[in-house]
């Protein structure tokens, strides 16, 4: 189930990131360290009664060097949350007149049809708060709120809600491989999975019904069942331009959140983009398979060491990610296309093993006997058991005396043996470090 999306717009000062700062805030901490993912100033997780959803400040999103004046930013940010959100909460300053750069953002956000929830920002009183003015917005009912001071975001929240799509669950078989192309506009999304699915004994049928208006495509391969996730920029080329999809990440993190193996489409003569790191970070922490896919290899002059330093350079790039097998491809000759559904395979497979804890035990005395943890102030960590508790992505327990006791090395060295002996190629893996009393 893909998280619905909530856009922040309205022109500076209003109150957008404060209000961003106040719904983001104080939810679901990441306790667990994960390496090389930085925290999204733009993009966060958040809940509200239960329900998760990301929140995108649209404010936060610079256009270096592309469009310079205000209102032509505003109206992009705006067309941003239109293609990317579920709901837009435009932000108003209600201690002051509203502006004609109000008034323009409002015209685009009406003329979209989406659900738009107006918060009238700043209001210190809510006993007398005049809003009638807000009405000529022509966005319905604003909703009066101080970001500052956290009042109201809760009647805020609820307002919002009422606009999340339903929350259908997806019916795909969970044992067909869902796959998602993804990758910054033209490296090759549409070409690869053209190629992929002209080739000679796939066959494919449309997929009627999915979630919202993403369009998915089944296919069948050697008796084997997939569906390839819809993503940005495929089926709808042309209907937003570059410079708003280029800003436009979330369609690739719902991709990204229903899939279970994700390719990371890299162009070959561009290397790892910042947005590539952004997605790539993304699925490592959703804990999907993932497969780096460097297309228009055929434009690259190439000898014998180009691969490999090619490769270097990405692992160098995606530091936390260096498991992700890589696979240099021309979507347009159709060069090693073909070994694709393979590694899908086997990284869908490595993303669901299960190991068996009398055998991960075995190897854990091993491990710990190869070398001990160390003392800390004459106490020492000892490990009593390791178990598996889950797949998709492969998730350990492990149950120590003192929790306190284990140092991130020692918790990185446990991962690494894990990986040396069970692989787990393409998969991110989490342990997690629990205390027995
Ligand atoms: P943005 O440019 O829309 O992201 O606006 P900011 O969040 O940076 O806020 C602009 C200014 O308005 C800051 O000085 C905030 O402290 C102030 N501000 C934000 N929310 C409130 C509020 O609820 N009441 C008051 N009085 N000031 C606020
Ligand atoms: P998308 O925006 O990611 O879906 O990218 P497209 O599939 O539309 O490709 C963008 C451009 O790159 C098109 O002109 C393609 O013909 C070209 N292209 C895609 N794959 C390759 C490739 O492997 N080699 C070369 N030389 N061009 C490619």
Redesign the pocket.
Known sequence: MSKPVVAIVGRPNVGKSTLFNRLAGGLVAIVEDRPGVTRDRLYRDSEWLGRKFTIIDTGGIEFRNEQTSIPTQMRKQAEIAIEEADVIVLVVDAQLELTPDDEMIAQTLRRSRKPVVVAANKIESFANAELSELYRLGLGEPIPISAVHGMNIGDLLDEVLTHFPSQEEEEYDPDIIKIAAI?R????????VNSLLGEERVIVSNVPGTTRDAIDTAFEHEGKHYILIDTA??RR?GRIDELTERYSVSRSLRAVDRCDVVLM?IEATEGVTEQDKKIAGYAHEAGKGIILVV?????VDKDDKTMNRFENEIREELGFMRYAPTLF?????GQRVNRLLELVDFVAEQNSTRIATATLNTLVREWVHLNPPATDKGKRLKILYMTQVGVKPPTFVCFVNDADLMHFSYKRYLENQIRKSFGFEGSPIHLVIRQKD
């Open positions: 990758g506009p033209n490296v090759g999304k549409s070409s690869l920029g495929m080329k489409l297309n228009k290899w055929d434009l491809i021309s979507a347009k000759t």
